[in-house]
């Protein structure tokens, strides 16, 4: 591999010194080494050694024995090698360092290692290739600009330097976006910066809740990637400005959860096959609707990967109740957007902002796929408000989950050896939690 990018980079950013070489773990958190550029460029070479099970680590960054690797076999590295243009400015740290993805690859498995988020996409998105389809995806992301504060609660609903007090609510009022003006300016800078296809900046329902949409992509791995350079790129501008950011899925119990928002079509030779105008335009939609909807409950795991996601799924809050669709209706697990013609598509509405977006994904094209081939039913659209509690079809609580995503068939057939490994996964990330001690147990000693 030539390090001509690296090259290249260097030629519009002469002050680089030093490079941040990561790839994104289970939990989605960016693991990884900061080189100086000397040590960088073996990136392009033979690569940077990194042990293959800090992919496995769990959400607070610990070990964890996950089907004995990291501890059995004696933690072997793999090695890292920069994927192709990746390499990017990180105008939060200085003209002098870069970011890059890297891609781990384990002589144990000829490739990548089991856990690999990045790659378990990747296989998901070979399957469509390999019928001549090619999803094209973008992700929405929402989250809480918070602050750090003293006491049991270790943050709260951010306070803007212009009016002193947190936003209640204010959906697309402007006047949120303009008590962090600064900050907002900031976020799109960084994003451009960084080829991060940034639109839209909204000022969402819950109290310093924002979204900041995403381009689509023709590549379906990038789009995830894209979600997970956007998370970390907003949490990093935040702090520069005094603030933190969140994508917990609720992390306030009395306001709007965030959601992960995921817009996804389908190309072939002729353009999108759900475009209404084509003879089984509507019919190709219906099953693809249909096998996301009868897939909703197996692979919730993918969307709510921890105890605090299934606190989201709350009435009135427009995160879904039940395995549903509708056209244009945000209370739906599955939306249909009013756009008709080549902009036809669905809107998956299910996961949580703090889900995996490779894994999001991959569930949401594993349930398209397997609607396809069976030309699955959807069934009748979702009429009225959503309803008031967790239907039966959706597991509410997170071991109820990892037992349907354990035993699922689909699971097992889209996501091979890493059903069980996530499934272990999320139960000792959940089992970790529960050891350490949280503010509210203090109510109840006394």
Request: charge should be negative; glycine fraction near 10%; aromatic fraction near 8%.
């Amino acid at each position: 591999m030539s390090a001509a990018e690296l090259d290249a980079f260097l030629a519009d950013h002469p002050r680089l010194r030093t490079v941040d070489a990561f790839l994104f773990d289970v939990s989605g958190r960016a693991i990884g080494k900061r080189l100086p550029l000397e040590d960088a460029r073996k990136l392009w070479g033979p690569g940077m050694r990194l042990p293959a099970s800090n992919l496995l680590y769990d959400p607070q960054g610990r070990s964890m024995r996950i089907g004995g690797w990291g501890v059995d076999d004696g933690d072997p590295d793999g090695i890292c090698t920069a994927i192709a243009g990746t390499l990017a400015p990180m105008p939060w740290a200085g003209a002098d360092t870069a970011q890059v993805m890297v891609s781990l690859n384990d002589g144990r498995f000829g490739g990548p290692v089991p856990w690999d988020t990045r790659a378990v996409l990747a296989s998901l998105v070979a399957r469509f290739a390999a019928l001549g389809l090619t999803p094209v995806v973008a992700c929405e992301l929402e989250f809480y600009l918070v602050d750090r504060i003293e006491g049991p609660d270790i943050f709260a609903p951010a306070r803007s330097a212009r009016t002193r007090r947190a936003q209640e609510g204010e959906c697309y009022r402007l006047d949120k976006l303009d008590d962090f003006a600064a900050l907002v300016a900031a976020w799109t800078e960084a994003a451009h910066a960084q080829g991060l296809p940034a639109g839209a900046v909204s000022a969402e329902y819950g109290s310093s809740q924002f979204e900041i949409n995403l381009a689509h992509q023709a590549d379906a791995v990038r789009a995830a990637d894209l979600a997970l350079l956007q998370r970390r790129m907003v949490q990093a501008v935040a702090r520069r400005h005094g603030h933190d950011a969140t994508f917990m899925a609720k992390p306030f119990p009395d306001d709007a959860g965030s959601g992960l928002h995921v817009h996804v079509s389908l190309l072939d030779a002729h353009g999108n096959i759900f475009d209404e105008r084509r003879p089984d335009g509507d019919a190709r939609l219906a099953a693809a609707i249909g096998g996301l909807v009868q897939s909703m409950g197996d692979l919730a795991l993918a969307f709510a990967p921890n105890p605090n996601a299934y606190r989201r799924f709350a009435p009135g809050m427009f995160a879904p109740l039940g395995a549903t669709w509708a056209h244009d209706h945000r209370a739906a697990g599955i939306r249909v957007p009013a756009e008709g013609g080549p902009a036809r598509r669905i809107e998956h509405r299910t996961a949580g902002a703090d889900a995996h977006p490779h894994l999001v994904v991959a569930a949401i094209l594993a349930g398209i796929l397997d609607g396809l081939s069976r030309n699955a039913d959807p069934g009748p659209p979702l009429q009225g408000d959503g309803g008031t509690a967790i239907a039966p079809e959706l597991p509410d609580r997170l071991w109820k989950a990892a037992t349907r995503w354990r035993s699922s068939a689909l699971a097992a057939e889209a996501f091979g050896t890493f059903r069980d490994l996530y499934a272990d996964w999320c139960m000792g990330a959940a089992d970790a939690m529960h050891d350490t001690a949280i503010g509210l147990e203090r109510h109840w000693l006394g």
